[in-house]
């Protein structure tokens, strides 16, 4: 398992925090904001590059600490 930096999940969390403002789905701003941090921008509609999952796991479950 990798461990994340907690800098890099809680500037990360506030990327999904700002998603969450209009769009509430949790899962979905987690996996918005790691591809965003992994590629450099949003997906596009079709977009299937792999993101790192570990990273999505860490971040998921911060926010929901966070909370």
Do not use: M, T
């Not at 930096?5 to 999904?16: G, K």
């Not at 790691?34 to 997906?43: A, D, I, N, Q, S």
């Amino acid at each position: 398992d990798a461990v994340f930096d907690s800098a890099l999940l809680s500037s990360l969390a506030a990327e999904v925090a700002e998603l969450s403002a209009s769009h509430a789905d949790l899962e979905r701003n987690c996996w918005l904001v790691v591809h965003r941090h992994r590629h450099g921008v949003f997906p596009s509609e079709y977009d299937i590059r792999d993101i790192d999952e570990e990273l999505y796991l860490s971040l998921l479950a911060h926010v929901r600490q966070s909370a």
